[in-house]
C-alpha cells in the first residue's frame, strides 16, 4: 500500500458516502478526515494541516458552496473538490470560480474520485512550489537592491563581503577589482589568475560568441545590453550559468562598468523541474479528458469509443492542414470529449435501436449546448468549450444549435463537424449498420463547400487517399 502524507477532509451529510470514501482512501494510503456539516469541517480544518477537501454541495444548514467560499479565504493551499448528486452546471461554474479544483458527480467511480484527488494534489503542489520559488527569488533580488543602495563609505566592505559576484572593468575590458564572490564562481585564486586566461577558454563557444557581439555592439557605438545570462567554464573545467547585470559606475572618480555576477545554475534546474512538473499535469488533464469521454460513452455502449476515433481523425486532419502543434493538440482534446453533453441524454434514447421521434431528437439537439455550459468555466488554453458549442453548425447554417453559417464558425468546430460525421456513418448504430467508409466520404465530398468546410473535407480525403488512414 502506497503510504500518503496528505490528510484529505470528506465533508457530506450523507455517513454511507462518507463511509465509502473513507474506505476507499485510506486503502490508498491516505489520512482521512469526515464530517457530516460545515460546522464540523471547520473544528477539524483548524486542528488539522488538511491538504484536500471533498466537499458535498448539498448539505443542511450551511451548503457546500457557502463552506467553499470560507475554506478558500482561510485556507487557500486547501486544494477543494466539490461533489453533487445533481448535475447543474451554473452551480459547477460558481464553485470552479471560487476556487474549486474539481467538480464529482454521484454516484461516482472511486478509481475517478482517485484521480482526481491525484490531479488536484498535483496541481497544488505546483502552484505552492511556485509561490515558494516566487518567493525565494524576490528575496534574492530584495537583498542586492539593498546591497546596492549601501552607503558610499561601505561600498567596498559591502562589494567584498557580497554573496553576488562583483567585477569592475575599464572601458578597454581590463579588470580593476573583483570580489570573493566572483573568484569562487570561477573556481581561481585572485584576479591575476582569472586575466590569464584567454576569454575563449573561460566561455563555452556560443557565450564567447555572444561575448564578441557585445564588443562590437560596444565599439560601434549601439547599445549593449545591461542584463544577459553566460555559461562560464571554471577552473575545474565545470560549466556554470550566471546571470550577468551590466552598468556604469564611478570608481575612484573615473567611468568604469560595473558586472554582478549571480550563479543561476540551481535556479535553472529548477526551472526544468518545474517544466517536469508542468508536463506532467498536463498528461494528467489528458488522463481526466480521457476518463470524461469513457464516462460518456459508458452510457452509450454502441458508440463506445466513437469520441476517441473522432479525436484521432481531427488530430489527423488538422495536421494535414499545417495547423501549428499547439492547436492541433486543442482540436484532439475537443474530438475527445465533443459529446460530453450527452451525460445529459436518457441512455434509452441514446441506445434505442429503431427510429428516434421528432420529441428524441430535440433532446439530443440540446447536447452541445449542455457541453458547453459544462466546460466554459474551464480555462482550457484552446476553445474547447466553443468548439463543443459549434461541433453541430453547418457552413450554409443549417446546423443547429444557432445555425451558424461560414467562418462565423470556428475552424476547430468546422474540423470536428467533419470528422464526427465521417466516423459516424462508417460506424455502426443501434437504428442502421455500418453505411460503410466509402460513403461516408462520399458525403461529404458531395457537401464540399454547402455543409462542410472545403478545405477541412479536402484535407480529410487526402490523408484517407493517400496516407492510409484507418478508423480502427
Known amino acids: 500500500m502506497t503510504t500518503h502524507s496528505e490528510i484529505v477532509l470528506i465533508v457530506d451529510d450523507e455517513k454511507l ?22 460546522a464540523e469541517a471547520l473544528v477539524h480544518l483548524r486542528n488539522h494541516q488538511v491538504s484536500v477537501i471533498l466537499l458535498d454541495i448539498m448539505m443542511p444548514g450551511e451548503s457546500g458552496v457557502e463552506l467553499l467560499r470560507d475554506v478558500m479565504a482561510a485556507h487557500p493551499d486547501i486544494a477543494p473538490i466539490m461533489i453533487s448528486a445533481v448535475s447543474n452546471s451554473d452551480i459547477a461554474i460558481t464553485c470552479m470560480r471560487q476556487g474549486a479544483y474539481d467538480y464529482i458527480l454521484k454516484p461516482f467511480n472511486t478509481k475517478e474520485v482517485l484521480l482526481r484527488i491525484e490531479y488536484a494534489l498535483a496541481k497544488r503542489k505546483l502552484i505552492l512550489d511556485n509561490i515558494a520559488y516566487r518567493q525565494r527569488l524576490e ?15 561601505n561600498f567596498r566592505n559591502s562589494l567584498d563581503n557580497s554573496p553576488v559576484g562583483i567585477r569592475i572593468v575599464s572601458t578597454d575590458g581590463q579588470t580593476t577589482y573583483a570580489n570573493r564572490a566572483l573568484l569562487n564562481i570561477y573556481g581561481y585564486s585572485d584576479i591575476k589568475e582569472i586575466d590569464s586566461v584567454p576569454y575563449d577558454q573561460l566561455y563555452t563557444p556560443a557565450s564567447y560568441a ?94 463506445a469509443g466513437h469520441q476517441q476515433r473522432v479525436s484521432r481523425l481531427a488530430y489527423a486532419i488538422a495536421a494535414e492542414m499545417g495547423l501549428p502543434p499547439d492547436k492541433i493538440k486543442g482540436i484532439g482534446v475537443v474530438g475527445a ?136
Open 210 to 303: 555572444e561575448h564578441l557581439e557585445r564588443v562590437r555592439q560596444g565599439q560601434a557605438g549601439e547599445p549593449v545590453p545591461s542584463n544577459y545570462e553566460l555559461d562560464i567554464i571554471r577552473k575545474t573545467g565545470e560549466i556554470r550559468q550566471l546571470l550577468v547585470s551590466r552598468g556604469e559606475v564611478l570608481w575612484n572618480g573615473e567611468r568604469r562598468y560595473q558586472m554582478l555576477y549571480q550563479d543561476i545554475t540551481e535556479s535553472k534546474q529548477t526551472e526544468k523541474a518545474l517544466q517536469a512538473s508542468y508536463n506532467k499535469l498536463d498528461k494528467t488533464l489528458d488522463a481526466v479528458i480521457r476518463t470524461v469521454a469513457l464516462t460518456v460513452e459508458m452510457r452509450d455502449p454502441y458508440t
Open 139 to 153: 528575496e534574492k533580488v530584495g537583498e542586492q537592491a539593498r546591497k546596492i543602495r549601501a552607503s558610499e563609505e
Open 337 to 472: 470529449i465533443h459529446d460530453i453533453g450527452k451525460i445529459c441524454v436518457p441512455a434509452e434514447i441514446l441506445s434505442k435501436p429503431g427510429r428516434i421521434t421528432q420529441a428524441e431528437f430535440s433532446i439530443i439537439k440540446e447536447h452541445p449546448q449542455t457541453g458547453y455550459d459544462i466546460l466554459k468555466g474551464i480555462d482550457f488554453p484552446w476553445p474547447v468549450a466553443q468548439s463543443v458549442l459549434q461541433h453541430h453548425e453547418r457552413m450554409n447554417g443549417s446546423g443547429y444549435p444557432a445555425g451558424l453559417s461560414g467562418d462565423n464558425i470556428i475552424l476547430e468546430a468546422r474540423i470536428i463537424a467533419v470528422a464526427d460525421v465521417v466516423e459516424a456513418m462508417a460506424s455502426h448504430r443501434p437504428y442502421r449498420p455500418s453505411l460503410g467508409k466509402e460513403k461516408a466520404l462520399a458525403e461529404i465530398s458531395q457537401q464540399k463547400g454547402i455543409i462542410y468546410d472545403a478545405a477541412v473535407v479536402d484535407a480529410c480525403l487526402k490523408i484517407f487517399s493517400e496516407q492510409g488512414f484507418t478508423l480502427d
Open 17 to 38: 458516502v462518507r463511509r465509502l470514501l473513507v474506505s476507499t482512501l485510506s486503502s490508498e494510503g491516505y489520512t482521512c478526515l469526515e464530517a457530516g456539516n460545515a
